[in-house]
């Protein structure tokens, strides 16, 4: 069943060369419960576009592949639809917006699979998947049982859920439904890069699929393809000061943009942290810091994870001695 010391470079977008030593692909809920009652500590790879591969994988890899998309439940405001784990998001977005189903399009272009989405609640300009979300069924590795979550289950934050904290490594997303709506569309273009794209564009009056396709344009515009130079997206989560930490900042830096999570907690994007500490753009050897978005860490071609990790841990030391701040990573190391 196992393949040995397969090459990960093509299934993790940052495009690292590490080996997997057994290696395992499944289609089916069937076959992947087969492999977790014989072999419980299993290392799941999915669209790996949240990873960083600092090392060769030494317990069996497990690449999830479920297909399927399905259609739930549907009536004249709503419909309720389940993708498998092993969609691709993209792919599963442009088929919501096919279908006119509306809640995805501001989620447009995002890297990856729909079972990783719910992992770390993925979010571009004003949404989350946790506003569509209905449940998501996971398998429990220890008792092989398939267990339903409510979005409350999930405990989703900024970036954030449980299967990132309490139930690390316990389970495994195997489906996600979604309720999406089916008329009278919610447009969220209040994002100033959207309402700007959408100006540029002469779209008055925005439907789901302009949205989308304003959506598209900007993340063509900012962030490298993976297909085309490795990254894995924003590298670091922006950062939450408090309101007298912020405003030193501010009284050095008039200019910094923030947004105001509450009275004592502001959100200071950690792109302009990076690009402050004269990173943007800069390249040692194959690993860089994208020209466009000082946030987002790229693979030039041959770079190693041990690279990409010295360059992140450089930018995480100036930040913090330049500003006291201490950037967490968003991208899994492993
Ligand atoms: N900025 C800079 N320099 C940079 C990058 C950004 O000064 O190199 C400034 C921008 O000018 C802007 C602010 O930082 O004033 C925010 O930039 P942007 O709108 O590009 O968003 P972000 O906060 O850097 C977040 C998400 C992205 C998401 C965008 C749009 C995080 C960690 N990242 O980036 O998510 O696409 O907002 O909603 O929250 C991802 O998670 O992989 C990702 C790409």
Redesign the pocket.
């Known amino acids: 069943m196992f393949q040995k010391n397969v090459s990960l470079r093509a299934l993790n977008t940052f495009g690292i060369d590490a080996l997997a030593e057994k290696f395992a692909e499944v289609n089916s809920v069937s076959e992947l419960s087969t492999i977790i009652e014989a072999q419980k500590d299993v290392f799941i790879l999915s669209g790996g576009s949240n990873i960083l591969l600092t090392k060769n994988i030494e317990k069996p890899v497990v690449f999830l592949n479920i297909k399927g998309i399905d259609i739930i439940e549907r009536n004249d405001s709503h419909v309720l639809v389940k993708a498998q784990a092993g969609e691709n998001w993209h792919e599963f977005v442009c088929w919501c917006l096919s279908h006119d189903f509306g809640g995805l399009e501001n989620l447009s272009l995002i890297p990856g699979n729909v079972g990783t989405s719910p992992m770390q609640n993925i979010?571009?300009?004003g949404v989350e998947i946790k506003d569509c979300f209905e449940n998501l069924e996971a398998l429990e590795i220890s008792t092989g049982r398939i267990k339903q979550f409510t979005a409350k289950e999930c405990a989703f934050g900024y970036?954030e859920s449980v299967f990132k904290n309490d139930l690390k490594g316990k389970y495994i997303i195997l489906n996600v439904t979604f309720k999406l709506s089916t008329s009278s569309h919610q447009i969220k273009a209040d994002?100033g890069?959207i309402k700007d794209q959408l100006a540029s564009d002469g779209v008055l009056s925005p439907s789901i699929q302009d949205i989308s396709k304003a959506v598209i344009a900007i993340r063509k515009s900012?962030?490298p393809d993976p297909k085309e130079i490795g990254n894995s997206?924003?590298f670091?989560?922006?950062p939450v000061i408090s309101a007298t930490h912020f405003s030193k900042i501010k009284a050095a830096h008039p200019e910094v943009?923030y947004y105001t999570v509450t009275e004592d907690a502001i959100k200071v994007?950690?792109?302009?942290l990076?690009?402050k500490c004269g990173f943007?753009g800069k390249r040692f050897g194959d690993a860089g810091v994208h020209k466009k978005?000082?946030?987002v860490l790229v693979n030039y071609n041959r770079a190693k994870g041990a690279d990409i990790l010295d360059l992140a841990k450089n930018i995480q030391t100036e930040v913090s001695r330049q500003f006291e701040i201490d950037l967490d990573m968003?991208v899994n190391i492993i």
């Open positions: 979010g571009a300009y970036r994002y890069a900012k962030l997206g924003s670091f989560k922006n943009p994007p950690a792109g302009w990076v690009e943007k978005q000082a946030l968003e």
